[in-house]
């Protein structure tokens, strides 16, 4: 495992959720923009895409990380994401 300190911001929108991960230089290790596709639930879809940005994350060697909101409340399409990075063997 990286020693280094990894932050994963958020940012939500009507239409997307927008997550980055950023190691303490500042340098991006990972960012994804997730389009919400109708039909479907949000918060499913949310939770999905933190699965899918959990493991791409493992993939790169970050096991543990500081999950930054952006100021947003803790509910909804913010938590369920993180929940799905956590299903995925993140550790907050």
């Known amino acids: ?42 918060l499913d879809q949310a939770a999905q895409f933190g699965e899918k940005f959990g ?10 990380i500081v999950f930054d909101r952006s100021g947003f409340r803790y509910h909804g399409k913010i938590k369920a994401f993180a929940d799905g990075m956590r299903k995925s063997g993140l550790e907050f």
Do not use: C, H, W
Not at 55 to 64: A, G, I, M, R, Y
């Open 55 to 64: 493991s791409d994350l493992l993939k790169k060697n970050v096991e543990k």
């Open 1 to 42: 495992m990286n020693k280094s300190k990894y932050i994963v911001k958020v940012y939500r929108s009507l239409t997307s959720i927008i997550a980055q991960a950023i190691d303490e230089s500042g340098a991006v290790v990972l960012g994804q923009r997730f389009v919400y596709q109708s039909g479907k639930k949000p």
